[in-house]
């Protein structure tokens, strides 16, 4: 590799010495590290963090898991690689389209074009819904690269994903979807990958269930991020560049008595305009809504009289704890999402509420612990942690959480 390259119109070292390291800590609100951390539980984080940086970046909007990893191994926000959550809605058809397929993905991730350039590249994630956009673009014929996820590690061939008997190789069985043990299960891969395949460019993306269910110094929690800092220990032991962060925080969206906290809008929109004129979009809603109940802080809204839409947005702007409607134009403007995969408004609601759509259509019997959850603007905020000094980070511009590769392989070239 001998020039740089533009990847997504930013500009990427082509000079990488050693391997960069980034790794996404799904729901890691910045108080899950400093409470464990507190109680002497991060040994290996404290001393990263004391000879490098930890700063706090935004996530991109809407702040939930997919559309995050895509702006993290992409570089940009969903305006330029389409990926705006779990699924969209197509008005003319009626359809809700699983965006976890790489056809809908709009721009080059970071990996491929390393790997086109002949770096070796491998990508560990918990859950398999992210898998095939991650891996799209690599090939896994030439030994350089391998992409697979903890959920469905017992599958993986090397025909799809570069690598097979991963179970055997790590000494670890295919963990529970909904454990700690599904993130623990990338770390332990990401450390083995570290010392035996010798990756450039690696990957980390882990999943968020203990964050969804227990508060920032629970046990459980302190338990989950002690685990996390003796692999990353070992991951900066053994000289990679690292770069942690996280696809978004997590609050608490619930009341006192434990119920979720929850406008249910459809069910209003319904009350004040005529039934069927407006269509409550909740792109948090996937496979997996067992922890949240597919309540998040973010909703986009399609109106089929377009008249309508100012009237729309008048009456949601009534609702006390939606803090932000915008409609098509400016909230796309604002939060970097393609207009074509965005409803005729967006909203977030305020800090510990969340939006639903009608409230039959929600299945809260899994939620055994107080609601938790995402995908507005109180949960953007996410850590930044680099375990080098790096100065060449701007310290008066907006930091992003998809900044995360381009410092990583900045400061893996930089020896
Ligand atoms: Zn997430």
Redo the contacts with the bound molecule.
């Keep these: 590799m001998t020039s740089n390259f533009i990847i997504n119109n930013r500009e990427y070292s082509s000079n990488i010495e050693n391997t960069s390291v980034v790794i996404?800590l799904?729901?890691s609100q910045k108080e899950y590290l400093d409470e464990a951390s507190k109680v002497g539980l991060t040994p290996n984080l404290d001393k990263i963090i004391k000879k490098g940086e930890y700063l706090m970046a935004h996530s991109a909007i809407p702040?939930?898991?997919?559309p995050?990893?895509i702006s993290i191994v992409t570089g940009q926000p969903s305006s330029i690689h389409g990926i705006c959550g779990n699924f969209f809605y197509t008005p003319s058809t009626g359809k809700e389209v699983m965006m976890n397929d790489p056809q809908y993905l709009r721009a080059p991730t970071i990996f491929e074009k390393y790997y086109e350039a002949g770096a070796k590249i491998a990508l560990v994630t918990a859950k398999d819904k992210l898998r095939t956009l991650l891996g799209n673009g690599l090939k896994y014929n030439e030994d350089r690269a391998l992409c697979f996820s903890a959920e469905k590690s017992n599958q993986a061939t090397m025909e799809h994903n570069g690598i097979d008997n991963v179970n055997e190789w790590l000494g670890m069985s295919v963990p529970e979807v909904y454990s700690a043990e599904l993130s623990e299960f990338v770390m332990a891969a990401g450390v083995k990958l570290m010392k035996e395949y010798k990756p450039d460019i690696m990957y980390l993306s882990t999943?968020?269930y203990i964050?969804h269910k227990y508060e920032p110094g629970h046990d459980v929690a302190n338990k989950f991020y002690s685990m996390f800092d003796k692999y990353i220990g070992q991951l900066d032991e053994m000289g990679a560049m690292l770069v942690i962060t996280?696809?978004?925080g997590?609050k608490s969206k619930s009341q006192e008595d434990g119920s979720p906290n929850a406008i249910f809008l459809q069910d209003h929109l319904d009350d004040v305009f005529l039934k069927g004129n407006t269509k409550v979009i909740l792109p948090i809603t996937d496979p997996y809504v067992v922890h949240h109940g597919a309540l998040g802080s973010f909703a986009t809204i399609y109106v089929e009289n377009k008249n309508d839409v100012e009237a729309v947005i008048k009456e949601i702007k009534t609702i006390k704890e939606i803090e932000v409607v915008l409609n098509k134009k400016e909230g796309c403007k604002t939060y970097n999402l393609p207009e074509d995969r965005t409803g005729d408004i967006i909203c977030m609601s305020s800090e510990f509420m969340t939006i639903g759509s009608s409230r039959d259509k929600h299945d809260l019997s899994g939620l055994n612990e107080p609601l938790r959850s995402?995908g507005g603007l109180h949960e953007r905020e996410v850590p930044f942690i680099v375990n080098k000094k790096m100065s060449q980070i701007d310290s008066t511009k907006q930091l992003y959480n998809y900044d995360a590769f381009y410092y990583a392989i900045m400061g893996a070239g930089v020896n």
Excluded: E, P
């Design positions: 996404c799904d729901g702040s939930f898991t997919n995050n990893n999943t968020d964050q996280a696809d978004h997590m995402h």
